[in-house]
């Protein structure tokens, strides 16, 4: 029900009409035809008329237009169809089929290339390479398949003489994937013999006149049609297209598809032979038949053929029998027996090759590496387009067989469309008045029912051996057939002139009467064959020739079992194409032949109405007007469209299907247009289907999106428990590593407070890196632990000298090597009777009296030292350091205090890294005392800086808790008398003794070089 067409085009849809008859469709159809419009829809079958011209209705605009849109969205046309095709097999993955039926010239063939064309244009959007390889062979196939198997016929320039019904594989995605064509019944009669004003197929002319010369004259050939048997009939005919041009296009279709080029050659050679073996004439000589002429065409056949001449020769002369008793004998042609060899060779050569060329193509396209499991479901879309029926003036045996196939074929329409569709209400107890139609099956059991059809009688004569002829078989069928209302002929009606007696029998067919001549019908049954043949062209050199006739590898003495008749063959061929549509979803396209002249304008009106009438299209109408467009079982229709509707999505709570089905109906408001059967819904018009459609596209992003954001949650939470498995496994295996840790740790230090160094030996396990912290506290821990130890060890009497020896370490920092601490720290050196010997007595005694003058309560250093005097002269002295003053003494005068300096002007002290014994105290004076200490008896040698640096350094933090910051450089900077100075220090050779020398900086210390 197209919308976008104007009343002035008339009804684009048959059902729209104002009353169902014959006079109202031939209106609409006449004024549509006059209008350009050519097709009009009958719900989903289409009409088509042949527009005999040019129309501006198909490419790549149009395409778009109708590519994926709903069929009453645009004008009715023949991709609209094309596209419901499609759609049904990708959204539903149902096989489809597109059926396409009329008479002869009614543009079926035109039809099924749109329709092929439509197709490839709308698939493989990705341009995939092998999607495109696919469709450009079956494209490309029409071209061949026209050219070999489409001739000039007095109906129409380009008629199929041959049925075509091509599958089309579809992957998942809906791309092409490969494909399948079946032909049936090549009308092969007409390579020997064409009708006036008839031509042979087209592929003779296409070589004659379009190969070129050379070929020609390699093939002995001459390119004049009329110089041949076979084509001079037709050698007269003009055609629409140039034969030149079709020529090469065929030549260029056949290397697309994939022909190698000696397959392409050998295709031409075969013509080649045919069109000579055409012009071999036989005369009777004394008896003996013989090949007129010198027998050069046979050479020349022979040639062609790869087989050598003599066998080309003695097939066309002699046959071989092979006799009862084993023995093969040669038996010689009749002059009419060799003419009847001779042809029937010519045409089976034809069908042979045309055979060869669609299986040839068939195994290009066929599906290759195709696994449902890998890539989906496999559907299939089958275009067919075959022969339509048929009335010439002199009706044979392949009009019986072409008129036969339409027969079956208007059954298949009739069952579908008329038939099941009524059964289907009826069944579903849906309210319906039941339209009558004339149902054809009463014609197709007069053709082929068993034991009592045309086809059964035919055969029977053809197998009962002797004289049994066509006259002789046509009195069977008139006996037999004699009741049958759709029979009759000349015997069962004398009076009709229009049939002579023993020559016509007539049908009425669906379509209309036919009066066949059934002269040559046993012949063309028998489809008889001299065995030599099929031996010779099996045995060629050509391996292309051996392909196409491998059943003439039997042996001569093999019995084989009586073939097959060519009426059974086809009418068995035709019942498993009816069976193959039957189970694919239908889509029609019925072509009218607008008149006979093949003019663009004239709208023969008797001429259609017949057609009308025997296509059934006004039942057609009926049915669809009264019918529904839509049917689909409540659970199917649920599950499509559930989520359209609030009380039904996810699920129902009604007590049936069809209640929620009801409700989804009602909830779009198109209750009216529905009626509901025991187990369907039925749509009346595809708008409300469409409405659902379109609703069910907008919700199904949302679905998606639901069900992926469902199906993440599902993932995330699978991830967060399997992160929570391994947090909890890292977990034990850390605290496993923990464990074994402190268990090491306390396994070797269990016993270190029995140890001799308290475990300060041990050595610690590595720790795991999350222990590492803690690791360092536990060492220093243990370390503390192990100094308090030790310190606790230590008797009070030594405390002061380990404070100092503290104090010392600290403050030197490292700075300075050698700083006494290996040894006991005496501290009063000057009193010490060891260091001292020779004057201690009398220090001990200087001491005392100022212990008691100056009240002090501690001395922290005593000791010999080298000082500079007044003169900067380096002179022997002693240093008393107490807890209050520092007193400079006199060694050799019995310890005469030389200066006192209170404690509390010192203000740090400063020595050298290296080991000498050199130190200046500062003072806040600014006069610094410099020393150089000397040891006494005690271990000469010894270091006593670092003892004195301790000490002070202990003093001063421990009981007056100020700092006294001590500096250890190779240059020991002081004051003297207010003046920066510095001593550096030097070795040399032949010094006996420490000796400041004056410098110009300050002083330099010179030291033995030992
Ligand atoms: N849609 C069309 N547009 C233009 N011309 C057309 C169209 N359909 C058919 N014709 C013309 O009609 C001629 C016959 O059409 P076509 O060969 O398709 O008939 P057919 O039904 O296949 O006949 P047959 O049964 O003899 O094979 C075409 O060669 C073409 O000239
Ligand atoms: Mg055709």
Known sequence: MAEHEGLEFGKSDFVLLDEVNMEHF????????????????????????????????????????????????????????ADAAYKAMKRRAKDTCIVISGESGAGKTEASKYIMQYIAAITNPSQREEVESVKNVLLKSNCVLEAFGNAKTNRNDNSSRFGKYMDINFSFSGDPTGGHINNYLLEKSRVVHQQAGERNFHSFYQLLGGGPQSLLESFHLQGDPALYTYTKEGA???????????????????????????????????????????????????????????????????????????????????????????????????????????????KALYERL??????????????????????????????????????????????????????????????????????EYQREGVAW??????????????????????????????????????????????????????????????????????????????????????????????????????????NSTNPVLTEMWP????????????????????????????????????????????????????????????????????????????GFAYRQAYNRFLQRYKMTCEYTWPNHLMATDREAVEAIVTGHGFQDDVAYGNTKLFVRSPRSLFCLEQERAALIPILVLFLQKVWRGALARMRCRRLRAIYAIMGCYRRHKLK???????????????????????????????????????????????????????????????????????????????????????RDYLANARDCPLTCSSFLRVSKELRTKDQFGLILFSGLCRMVNWFNNTTDRAVLITDRHVYKLEPKKQFRI????????????????????????????????????????????????????????????????????????????????????????ETRAGQTIAQFKKSKQGFVLLLPAD
């Open 26 to 81: 031939m209106e609409n159809l006449k004024l549509r035809f006059e209008k350009g419009r050519i097709y009009t829809f009958i719900g989903e079958v289409v009409v088509s008329v042949n527009p005999y011209r040019e129309m501006n209705v198909y490419g790549k605009e149009a395409i778009a237009a109708y590519r994926g849109r709903e069929l009453y969205e645009n004008p009715p046309h023949l991709y609209a169809v």
């Open 236 to 346: 007269g005919c003009s055609t629409a297209t140039s034969d030149l041009s079709s020529h090469r296009a065929v030549r260029t279709a056949l290397k697309v598809i994939g022909f190698s080029e000696n397959e392409i050659e050998s295709i031409y050679k075969v013509l080649a032979a045919i069109l000579l073996l055409g012009n071999v004439g036989f005369r009777t000589d004394e008896e003996s038949v013989l090949v007129e002429g010198e027998g050069e065409a046979v050479d020349h056949i022979a040639q062609l053929t790869s087989t050598p001449a003599e066998g080309v020769a003695k097939g066309l002369l002699f046959r071989t029998v092979a006799t009862g008793g084993g023995d093969v004998i040669e038996k010689a042609h009749t002059e009419q027996e060799a003419c009847f060899g001779r042809d029937a060779f010519a």
């Open 354 to 423: 045309f055979g060869w060329i669609i299986g040839r193509i068939n195994t290009v396209i066929e599906v290759k590496g195709y696994n449902p499991m890998l890539h989906g479901k496999n559907t299939v879309i089958g275009v067919l387009d075959i022969y339509g029926f048929e009335i010439f003036d002199n009706n044979s045996f392949e009009q019986f067989c072409i008129n036969y196939c339409n027969e079956k074929l208007q059954q298949l329409f009739i069952e579908l469309i008329l038939g099941q569709e009524q059964e």
């Open 433 to 538: 008045l039941h339209i009558e139609y004339f149902n054809n099956q009463i014609i197709v059991d007069l053709v082929e029912q068993a034991h009592k059809g045309i086809i059964s009688i035919l055969d029977e004569a053809c197998l009962t051996g002797g004289r049994v002829t066509d006259t002789v078989c046509l009195g069977s069928m008139s006996t037999r057939l004699a009741q049958h209302p759709h029979y009759t002929d000349r015997q069962l009606t004398p009076n009709d002139k229009t049939m002579d007696f023993q020559k016509h029998f007539r049908i009425r067919h669906y379509a209309g009467d036919v009066t066949y001549s059934v002269e040559g019908f046993l012949d063309k049954n028998k489809d008889l064959l001299f065995q030599d043949f099929k031996r010779l062209m099996f």
């Open 551 to 626: 059943d003439g590898g039997l042996s001569i003495m093999e019995v084989t079992k009586r073939p097959m008749t060519a009426a059974s063959l086809f009418k068995n061929s035709i019942v498993a194409l009816v069976e193959n549509l039957a189970c694919k979803e239908p889509y029609y396209v019925r072509c009218v032949k607008p008149n006979e002249m093949k003019s663009p304008l004239l709208l023969d009106e008797a001429r259609c109405r017949h057609q009308v009438a025997y296509l059934g299209l006004l039942e057609n109408v009926r049915v669809r007007r009264a």
């Open 740 to 826: 074994t840790h402190f268990l090491e740790v306390e396994r070797r230090l269990v016993n270190a407070r029995n140890m001799a160094d308290y475990g300060r030996g041990v050595e610690w396990p590595h720790p795991p890196a999350a222990l590492a912290q803690f690791h360092d506290i536990t060492v220093t821990l243990h370390r503390r632990w192990w100094a308090r130890q030790v310190v606790k060890n230590i008797p009070p009497s030594e405390m002061t000298e380990v404070r100092a020896k503290v104090a010392a370490l600290r403050s030197l920092s490292g700075a300075r090597k050698t700083w006494g601490v290996g040894r006991p720290w005496e």
């Open 898 to 985: 030389l200066k006192i300096t209170p404690l509390d002007q010192l203000t740090g002290l400063s020595l050298t890294s290296g080991a000498d014994q050199t130190v200046a105290l500062h003072t806040s004076s600014q006069d610094d005392i410099l020393l150089y200490l000397q040891s006494g008896e005690l271990w000469p040698g010894q270091d006593r800086a670092g003892e004195l640096v301790g000490n002070l350094v202990d003093y001063f933090a421990r009981v007056k808790q100020v700092p006294f910051p001590v500096k250890v450089c190779s240059t020991v900077q002081f004051h003297k008398r207010g003046k920066q100075k510095s001593v550096t220090v």
